[in-house]
Nanobody, 115 residues
Framework: QVRLVESGGGLVQPGGSLRLSCQAS????????MGWWRQTPGNQRELVAA???????NYADSVKGRFTIDRDNIIDTVYLEMTNLKPEDTAVYYC?????????WGQGTQVTVSA
């Protein structure tokens, strides 16, 4: 009954911005650390940002200074604000608990960075 629904992806030019949202249901969201992962074909998902239940974030080196993770515990939503996007950010982005639960993966949202 756990559901994680990602949204907000799309096609943007290099240097552009997107805000991804992940709405959670069926979990004790306010007690859970959450994260954003991304995946390209043939590769495992890599963690790009995480946030604990109090709102303390951490980031992969590849996105530091460009991405911001945030959460709203009132509406059980975690966000990923992405700025200064680069072509190498192109991927399907997923949210999950941190540490992740494999069975909780949703469909993700596609981010494509291209001129």
């Amino acid at each position: 009954q756990v559901r994680l629904v990602e949204s907000g992806g799309g096609l943007v030019q290099p240097g552009g911005s997107l805000r991804l949202s992940c709405q959670a249901s069926g979990i004790m969201f306010s007690l859970s650390a959450m994260g954003w992962w991304r995946q390209t074909p043939g590769n495992q998902r890599e963690l790009v940002a995480a946030i604990n239940n109090r709102g303390t974030p951490n980031y992969a080196d590849s996105v530091k200074g460009r991405f911001t993770i945030d959460r709203d515990n009132i509406i059980d939503t975690v966000y990923l604000e992405m700025t200064n996007l680069k072509p190498e950010d192109t991927a399907v982005y997923y949210c999950n608990r941190d540490p992740l639960r494999e069975e909780w993966w949703g469909q993700g949202t596609q981010v494509t960075v291209s001129a």
